[in-house]
């Protein structure tokens, strides 16, 4: 019986873990459905939050000023279809490294199910993933 507890009590802590890493853990596929849904949103700050600024070009504020746009703009074309109905990863392609990753995502509209086919280039920052913009 006491080994039973303890086997449950393993198995317990393993799926914990397990949910834990899904739920809190970067990959390029997790960023790129975040990065998607926060932009047809409108949510500026977590799409800026995901994106690789690339500081030493010191241009962050023109970055997040054109970021901004492009976020009115995903949110206004989303709000026209009806808003978002699911976000799709289709595949993603690492680099040799594994320091970059290609994610083509399918983006479903409430609308009629319009589809749109998205390709975001995403990059590793100590160990986060953020969208390339560059």
């Known amino acids: 019986m006491q080994r039973t507890n303890k086997f449950s009590s393993f198995f317990s802590m393993l799926l914990v873990t ?3 890493t899904a739920c809190f853990g970067s990959s390029p596929e997790r960023t790129a459905e975040k990065f998607l849904a926060a932009a047809y949103k409108g949510d500026v700050e977590t799409v ?6 690339n ?4 241009m962050e504020e023109m970055m997040a000023g054109k970021m901004k746009m ?3 703009q995903s949110r206004n074309k989303a709000n026209e279809l009806g808003g978002v109905k699911k976000i799709v990863i289709e595949s993603t392609k690492y680099s040799e490294d594994k ?5 083509k995502v399918l983006v479903v509209f409430r609308k009629d199910n319009f589809e749109k086919r998205e390709e ?10 953020k969208v390339s913009i560059m």
Do not use: Y
């Open 18 to 20: 397990l949910a834990m």
């Open 48 to 53: 800026i939050s995901l994106v690789d600024m």
């Open 55 to 58: 500081e030493e070009h010191g």
């Open 70 to 72: 492009m976020v009115e």
């Open 99 to 103: 320091q970059r990753a290609g994610v």
């Open 120 to 129: 975001l280039s995403l990059v590793k920052k100590q160990d986060t993933w």
